[in-house]
């Protein structure tokens, strides 16, 4: 398995990197946007050696992200895995209706799903390569229409539920090429966005996001999963 891992230097993206590595992936491309900082990544780096390769890539950026394509094809021409992690959630005070302005909506839907959606686009002849590729989408329960049960939260939680709804039209559009597509609500996680009082750990979220990844078929495509591997409701 060859793996390209965006938002990879710490939290839930670090995880997937350990949990895919761990589980005998060929090579992960884990990418974030300052490779020199990224220093969990480096010390496991240590311990991969050549299966971790950590490039750097800043996926709301056109040459970012062409730049680092270019580095996959010139290594193998061809991408199994492909997750869409990396995403921006402002300080709850910028998301409340009273707070909310046209910048901060703005980049935040840019990076949490027109980023995603140009990447996997610019990603197809590498996907298209593999045998059978998997993208995998990191989305959140407050994205789902079913569980709407606080106010506030507007550029986040519309993000993710656009991210959603990029997945299943992404899966519909790439069925005919073999590529599956779901997204997955990793859990409250104890990260820097997530916070300590979270019950989750990454590598708990990880465990249950990399099982998709090992063992997601077309029959799974479209459909949108808990870390705990059970289907999520929309």
């Known amino acids: 398995m060859r793996a390209l891992v965006t938002g990879a230097s710490r939290g839930i993206g670090l995880a997937i990197t350990q949990n895919l590595l761990q589980g005998g992936a060929e090579r992960v491309y884990a990418s974030c946007r300052t490779p020199a900082a990224a220093l ?21 950026q056109a040459e970012s992200r062409r730049a680092a394509l270019d580095t996959l094809e ?6 199994d895995v492909l997750v869409n992690n990396a995403g921006i959630n402002p300080h709850p005070d910028e998301q409340e209706l009273a707070a909310i302005t ?11 799903v027109t980023a995603p959606l ?10 298209r390569a593999s045998e059978h590729a998997r993208v995998l989408n990191v989305s959140s329960n407050w994205g789902a229409l079913s ?4 106010g506030g939260w507007y550029p986040y939680c519309l993000s993710k539920a656009a991210l959603n709804m990029m997945t299943k ?3 519909a559009d790439l069925r005919g090429d073999g590529i599956t597509v779901f997204c997955a609500h990793p859990g409250w996680v104890s990260t820097d966005m997530g916070g300590s009082d979270a019950p989750v750990t990454p ?3 990880a465990e249950g996001l990399c ?3 090992r063992t997601g078929t077309l029959d799974m495509s479209g459909q949108f999963y808990d870390w705990k591997r059970a289907p999520h409701p929309w």
């Open 211 to 213: 099982w998709l990844l």
């Open 147 to 150: 569980y709407v049960v606080f």
């Open 74 to 79: 010139r290594e193998g021409g061809f991408l």
């Open 203 to 205: 590598a708990e979220a």
């Open 40 to 60: 969990h990544l480096q010390e496991l780096q240590g311990e991969a050696g050549e299966r971790l390769r950590i490039i750097p890539l800043d996926v709301t």
């Open 102 to 112: 046209e910048e901060t909506m703005t980049a935040v839907l840019h990076c949490n």
């Open 169 to 171: 039209k992404l899966a």
């Open 118 to 127: 140009l990447l996997v686009k610019e990603a197809l002849p590498l996907l």
